[in-house]
């Protein structure tokens, strides 16, 4: 009975005790995130992140933060094409992500090494007006206050510089909502028992389950542009991926 009234605690994206959660759910997955990454979104994952240098354009040089940077294949990305006059930071809350992420560095030939640093997307080290380029992937979801995340982003970019973030949401045609929610409530869970076992996390969730909940009430399109608009992107906007399934939000800091 207590497992079932926490677990109705965890249908929505917001929930007392989120940060720990959040934190050690990705400790507990680290080791096998991108294995699972690549299957669940069925080797769609590149695509979306190559369609975000896409629109950076040429950043040849830039100084580029990746939030909430994981197992750091967006920050490899950006590395591979600031070249050695440029610079990446990847910032992210959960050590056990950020190993694994220098792990990979070990193995990969890249112009100039990825500066990983442990770190909060509510609260970052750097000064105002610091980066060419923030880009963020699938972090929003699990931060507990996304306005306060993209706020930061806001304030760490350079004027006239952009910020590119992807995050997941529910389809719009409601056939391709149906497909994906039983896609997210019941392959990905049954996917995820082979590496995360049901065990429940902080006696909630497993970890799988909290990919399906934290797309409850978590604001996608038009309400995630309204929030960026707020932290002050004129030009805020997204572009949808794989039939609405996946989102690109992007936006620049008007030039003073
Ligand atoms: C779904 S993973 C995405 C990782 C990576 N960006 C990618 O594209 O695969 C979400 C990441 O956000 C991190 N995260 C969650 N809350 C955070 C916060 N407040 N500050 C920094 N990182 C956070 C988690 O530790 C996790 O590594």
């Known amino acids: 009975m207590a497992d079932e009234v926490k677990n109705e605690e965890l249908k929505g994206n917001q929930f007392e005790g989120k940060e720990d959660y959040v934190k050690d759910v990705f400790e507990e997955i680290a080791e096998y995130y991108d294995k699972m990454n690549g299957i669940m979104s069925i080797g769609m994952v590149n695509g979306w992140h190559k369609f975000m240098f ?3 354009g ?3 040089g830039a100084k580029v933060c990746d939030v909430g940077t994981g197992t ?3 920050a490899f990305m950006a590395a591979e094409r ?8 990847g910032v992210d809350l959960t050590p056990g992500m950020l190993r694994i992420a220098e792990k990979k560095m070990e193995t990969l030939t890249l112009p100039k090494k990825v500066d990983f640093r442990q770190g909060d997307a509510l609260d970052m080290e750097f000064e105002d007006n610091t980066f060419d380029l923030v880009t963020s992937g699938y972090m929003l979801r699990n931060v507990t206050n996304i306005q306060k995340a993209v706020d930061e982003m806001y304030r760490v970019l350079k004027p006239g510089a952009m910020v590119i973030v992807a995050e997941l949401s529910k389809p719009k045609n409601p056939i391709v909502r149906l497909g994906h929610k ?3 409530s019941l392959v990905i869970p049954r996917m995820g028992r082979r590496y995360d076992k049901g065990k429940k996390i902080d006696g909630k969730q497993a970890a799988y389950d909290w990919l399906t909940s934290s797309l409850e009430g978590f604001p996608c399109r038009d309400e995630m ?3 960026f608009k707020k932290a002050g992107f004129s030009d805020a906007r997204f572009y949808s991926k794989s039939m609405g399934a996946v989102n690109i ?3 620049t ?3 003073q």
């Open 225 to 227: 542009v309204s929030i």
């Open 58 to 60: 040429d950043i040849t």
């Open 182 to 184: 039983i896609y997210l």
């Open 253 to 255: 800091k008007p030039s």
């Open 54 to 56: 896409k629109k950076a």
């Open 72 to 74: 750091g294949e967006i």
């Open 249 to 251: 939000y992007v936006g």
């Open 82 to 89: 600031v070249g050695v006059d440029g610079e990446v930071i």
